[in-house]
């Protein structure tokens, strides 16, 4: 079992930044690739971000790419998003998942951060 808490939300400036961070409990966590996904009010769901469980690949979503960042430190057992050049689009709940099995299928969600973008 995995338990995923995010922070580091907030309010920010148009072309701001912000560093979300998804601490994981459970040992397997470091087998787990991982991945980042946002909603915004009246939206569905959208991938933005993922990382391999080595964290030497990462992939981003067009919307984000060159903006975003994402990282892991295996010993802090943590996932971290980088955001750069923030803007109001860019508003949203950010939630960090985990994907145990290596398919793209995330079966672990933490409980979502709020990123508002002020223009």
């Known amino acids: 079992q995995v338990q995923l808490v995010e922070s580091g939300g907030g309010v920010v400036q148009a072309g701001g930044s912000l560093r979300l961070s998804c601490a994981a409990s459970?040992?397997?966590?470091?087998?787990?690739?991982m991945g980042w996904f946002r909603q915004a009010p009246g939206k569905e769901r959208e991938f933005i971000a993922r990382?391999?469980?080595?964290?030497?690949?990462?992939y981003y979503a067009d919307s984000v790419k060159g903006r975003f960042t994402t990282s892991r430190d295996k010993a802090e057992n943590t996932v971290y998003l980088q955001m750069n050049s923030l803007k109001p689009e860019d508003t949203a709940v950010y939630y960090c998942?985990?994907?145990?099995?290596?398919?793209?299928?995330?079966?672990?969600w933490g409980q979502g951060t709020q990123v508002t973008v002020s223009s």
């Open positions: 998942a985990a994907d145990s099995s290596g398919t793209q299928t995330y079966d672990y």
């Open positions: 459970g040992r397997a966590f470091s087998d787990y690739a």
């Open positions: 990382i391999t469980w080595s964290g030497r690949d990462t």
